[in-house]
């Protein structure tokens, strides 16, 4: 069987991981030139967590993970205004949850695939023909494909999701945030951060750091907008939007790259009523896009992966597979959907009183007796582990009734 991949993200790479373990020819495009560099902090736990567990991930994760000991809200003067225990909260996940950098999540995956899959980076897909027992495709490089699967892992503002089932209007569901990532190298920075995430404690906009183990420094943004459009200057914006902000924001901000190595998008949420037509199918952000209010999208976006691709082998043919797919994965996702637009007044308040709100919870979350309530909050209400959604190990880890 061979499939074709359409994004070498977190989702494509995860399920290029699964379909050559299972004996498949893959190849994986991307339209960006090399992989991405740019981008944030993440939480890995939960299902994604036990999908990694599955494919043998967690050794390599851990060696790249990071130490956070808190996150911190601070004032103008850099003065902590609220705290999150975060050694607390991996105890409350029994241990199994990781702090890493998104795109080095996507370098253990690719080192896994690289070498049993082919990649081609600076190449996507230029049209699409679906057939009864097969999909007719040319890439941007004129290559001509006849594939048993495509699969449309190209993020959030998906080409496959539109060419298959139409313009993104139709399925993004914009959020009213703003997003910006990017790295930089700032010693006295670096020293003030330590081993937290420090974040402003603002309305409407903030600023978070986290300190890198190469000794520079993670910056990540997020600001209110009513108009769902990137603008053409993104650096730019980013420096206005931000510089009303203290502490060390103000240096933070001289330090933003050009657009070319910054990291920038819309906060939103993608649902598309079907996520398969014929022998192409939607995969990670391009269908199931969760936003970062909701967070566990990489999370997800693995466990999404490691579903389909234990389906792709166990079921009895491919249009059956994406079917169950579906079925077991959609409510999964809706889950989390209405969990972080439910969270999104709390992830960046929109007022002094909803800020004081949020200092107020965060301070009542830390006494004594309410481990249980934070541990729930973790996983909400989606399955807690793979074995909910039917998994099981036999002689490896399948996929039986879900």
Same mark, same amino acid.
């Given at each position: 069987?061979?499939?074709?991949?359409?994004? *070498?993200?977190?989702?494509?790479?995860?399920?290029?991981?699964?379909?050559?373990?299972?004996?498949?020819?893959?190849?994986?495009?991307? =339209?960006?030139?090399?992989?991405?560099?740019?981008?944030?902090?993440?939480?890995?736990?939960?299902?994604?967590?036990?999908?990694?567990?599955?494919?043998?991930?967690?050794?390599?994760?851990?060696?790249?993970?990071?130490?956070?000991?808190?996150?911190?809200? !601070?004032?103008?003067?850099? =003065?902590?205004?609220? =705290?999150?225990?975060?050694?607390?909260?991996?105890?409350?996940?029994?241990?199994?949850?990781?702090?890493?950098?998104?795109?080095?999540? +996507?370098?253990?995956?690719?080192?896994? !695939?690289?070498?049993?899959? +082919?990649?081609?980076?600076?190449?996507?897909?230029?049209?699409?023909?679906?057939?009864?027992?097969?999909?007719?495709?040319?890439?941007?490089?004129?290559?001509?494909?006849?594939?048993?699967?495509?699969?449309? *892992?190209?993020?959030?503002?998906?080409?496959?999701?539109?060419? @298959?089932?139409?313009?993104?209007?139709?399925?993004?569901?914009?959020?009213?945030?703003?997003?910006?990532?990017?790295?930089?190298?700032?010693?006295?920075?670096?020293?003030?951060?330590?081993?937290?995430?420090?974040?402003?404690?603002? !309305?409407?906009?903030?600023?978070?750091?986290?300190?890198?183990?190469?000794?520079?420094?993670? #910056?990540?943004?997020?600001?209110?907008?009513?108009?769902?459009?990137?603008?053409?200057?993104?650096?730019?914006? @980013?420096?206005?939007?931000?510089?009303?902000?203290?502490? !060390?924001?103000?240096?933070?901000? +001289?330090?933003?790259?050009?657009?070319?190595?910054?990291?920038?998008?819309?906060?939103?949420?993608?649902?598309?009523?079907?996520?398969?037509?014929?022998?192409?199918?939607?995969?990670?952000?391009?269908?199931?896009?969760?936003?970062?209010?909701?967070?566990?999208?990489?999370?997800? #976006?693995?466990?999404? #992966?490691?579903?389909?691709?234990?389906?792709?082998?166990?079921?009895?043919?491919? +249009?059956?597979?994406?079917?169950?797919?579906?079925?077991?994965?959609?409510?999964?996702?809706?889950?989390?959907?209405?969990?972080?637009? =439910?969270?999104?007044?709390?992830?960046?308040?929109?007022?002094?009183?909803?800020?004081?709100?949020?200092?107020?919870?965060?301070?009542?979350?830390?006494?004594?007796?309410?481990?249980?309530?934070?541990?729930?909050?973790?996983?909400?209400?989606?399955?807690?582990?793979?074995?909910?959604?039917?998994?099981?190990?036999?002689?490896?880890?399948?996929?039986?009734?879900?």
């Amino acid at each position: 069987m061979r499939a074709l991949i359409c994004g *070498a993200g977190i989702a494509g790479l995860a399920l290029a991981q699964r379909l050559t373990a299972h004996g498949w020819a893959v190849t994986v495009v991307e =339209r960006t030139p090399r992989p991405r560099e740019q981008g944030y902090m993440i939480d890995f736990f939960g299902l994604g967590y036990d999908a990694a567990e599955a494919m043998g991930l967690l050794p390599r994760l851990r060696e790249l993970a990071y130490p956070i000991e808190e996150v911190t809200y !601070v004032d103008a003067a850099g =003065r902590p205004r609220a =705290r999150i225990d975060y050694v607390r909260g991996a105890r409350l996940a029994g241990g199994r949850l990781l702090t890493l950098m998104r795109p080095d999540l +996507e370098r253990v995956l690719r080192e896994q !695939v690289a070498p049993v899959a +082919e990649l081609r980076f600076g190449c996507t897909v230029a049209s699409l023909e679906p057939r009864p027992d097969s999909v007719r495709v040319v890439l941007t490089d004129s290559t001509v494909m006849e594939v048993d699967l495509l699969v449309g *892992a190209d993020g959030i503002h998906s080409s496959i999701r539109q060419m @298959v089932f139409g313009d993104e209007t139709r399925f993004l569901r914009y959020l009213g945030i703003h997003t910006a990532a990017y790295v930089f190298e700032d010693p006295l920075i670096r020293r003030r951060i330590g081993n937290r995430y420090a974040l402003t404690d603002t !309305v409407d906009r903030a600023m978070g750091f986290y300190g890198l183990r190469d000794g520079r420094v993670a #910056a990540f943004a997020v600001h209110r907008d009513p108009v769902p459009a990137i603008p053409a200057d993104t650096r730019a914006a @980013v420096r206005h939007s931000y510089s009303s902000l203290g502490w !060390v924001v103000p240096q933070a901000l +001289e330090s933003c790259p050009p657009p070319s190595e910054l990291y920038y998008d819309l906060v939103a949420q993608v649902e598309v009523p079907r996520w398969h037509r014929g022998r192409v199918v939607l995969l990670g952000d391009a269908c199931q896009a969760v936003s970062l209010l909701a967070g566990q999208g990489a999370s997800l #976006a693995v466990a999404g #992966a490691y579903v389909l691709g234990e389906l792709l082998m166990t079921e009895s043919s491919v +249009e059956d597979a994406l079917t169950r797919y579906e079925q077991a994965w959609k409510p999964v996702v809706q889950a989390k959907q209405e969990a972080g637009r =439910r969270s999104a007044q709390w992830f960046l308040p929109a007022s002094r009183a909803r800020l004081w709100l949020r200092r107020a919870s965060l301070t009542l979350a830390a006494l004594p007796g309410w481990d249980k309530i934070i541990g729930a909050s973790l996983v909400g209400k989606t399955p807690q582990s793979l074995t909910e959604l039917g998994a099981s190990e036999g002689a490896g880890v399948r996929v039986g009734e879900i």
